[in-house]
């Protein structure tokens, strides 16, 4: 049981419709984390002022 190695094989980027999840380096403890990216939800759009009648 010993002989096992101690890091975990690479793992994929999980996606979604607007998130992404990435998997972080290990710490010196070795707790591996992960950063979640958000997509924006909607479109921004400027402001234009309507036609006077």
């Known amino acids: 049981m010993s002989?096992?190695?101690k890091e975990k094989p690479p793992v994929p980027?999980?996606?979604s419709?607007?998130?992404t999840t990435r998997?972080?380096?290990p710490s010196k403890t070795g707790f591996v984390g992960y950063e979640a990216v958000w997509?924006?939800?909607?479109k921004?759009?400027?402001y234009t002022?309507?036609?006077k009648p």
């Open 23 to 25: 998997r972080k380096e």
């Open 49 to 51: 002022t309507p036609k």
């Open 17 to 19: 419709r607007f998130m």
């Open 44 to 46: 921004v759009v400027e």
């Open 13 to 15: 980027d999980g996606k």
């Open 3 to 5: 002989d096992l190695p």
């Open 39 to 42: 997509e924006p939800f909607h």
